[in-house]
């Protein structure tokens, strides 16, 4: 799970660019689905769900240039909320 926090008027501009995706993260080893969630309480929160394999695809995505290319469209401008960015790791227990 990774969230981060919009500071400025730039959710529309966010939500978009997560719409159009690059898709780059569909084809990297161990990937199997992601979730892009905005919570009605806070608009200005992003919560993106990424489903893996195992935790070491997911690693070695975030560590890989696939990661860096997948954020080229982060809207400029955009600013967040310094400290409000997290990511952690989940056990998928079950659905
Ligand atoms: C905290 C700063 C971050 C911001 C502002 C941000 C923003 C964005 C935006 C706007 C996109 C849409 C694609 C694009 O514009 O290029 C995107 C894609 C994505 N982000 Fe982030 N992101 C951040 C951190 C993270 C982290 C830490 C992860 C993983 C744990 C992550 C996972 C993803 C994934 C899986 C995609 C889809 C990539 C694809 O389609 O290939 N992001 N991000």
């Not at 898709?23 to 893996?52: K, N, Q």
């Not at 997911?58 to 990511?87: N, Q, T």
């Amino acid at each position: 799970m990774s969230r981060f926090v919009i500071a400025n008027d730039m959710q529309a501009e966010v939500k978009a660019a997560f719409r159009e995706r690059p898709h780059l993260v569909d084809g990297a080893p161990g990937f199997v689905h992601l979730d892009v969630l905005s919570p009605l309480d806070a608009p200005g929160e992003i919560w993106i769900m990424t489903y893996w394999t195992d935790a070491a695809s997911y690693r070695a995505w975030h560590h890989s240039h696939m990661y860096r290319d997948a954020h080229k469209g982060i809207p400029k401008g955009l600013k967040l909320v310094p400290g409000e960015a997290k990511i952690r790791e989940f056990e998928y227990v079950c659905g």
